[in-house]
């Protein structure tokens, strides 16, 4: 989402497709991660005072419309630790979908995504996801 709402483009319109056809899921967790990571960006100056601003506002709308979940299972499938918080999400929510440019996330297979519960997410990159969801219009 970070990427969507500060930069626009593919994962914009990716995002902007999610909400339309899937629940958004988040955990405390992740709000807080949410709550963090705008001031961090604009503090190391990896983003404008337009784009935090756009971030923010894009941060708060999604989480309007999303749905808060309580993970009951702390998972340990990712390279980074850190990411692993987000299919603790998906699997608490029952998602089906998790869109993300994250290479670490992304690295996650199938198999090991079966093995903990999880066998019918997948994990996109935004432009596979917009791909798929042209083919599913």
């Not at 914009?12 to 709000?31: N, P, Y």
């Not at 918080?85 to 996330?105: E, N, S």
């Amino acid at each position: 989402m970070v990427s969507a709402f500060a930069f626009g483009g593919i994962p914009a319109r990716a995002v902007e497709d999610v909400v339309a056809r899937h629940d958004l899921l988040f955990s405390r967790a992740l709000l807080t991660e949410y709550r963090a990571v705008p001031a961090e960006l604009l503090a190391r100056r990896k983003i404008t005072a337009v784009q935090w601003r756009a971030l923010v506002a894009g941060i708060a709308a999604a989480v309007a419309v999303g749905r808060v979940v309580v993970p009951r299972k702390r998972l340990q499938l990712c390279r980074d630790p850190g990411d692993d918080m987000l299919l603790d999400v998906c699997l608490a929510g029952r998602a089906d979908v998790l869109v993300t440019g994250d290479a670490d996330l992304l690295s996650v297979d199938a198999e090991q995504l079966r093995a903990v519960g999880l066998a019918s997410l997948r994990i996109l990159t935004p432009r596979a996801y917009l791909a798929g969801a042209r083919e599913r219009m």
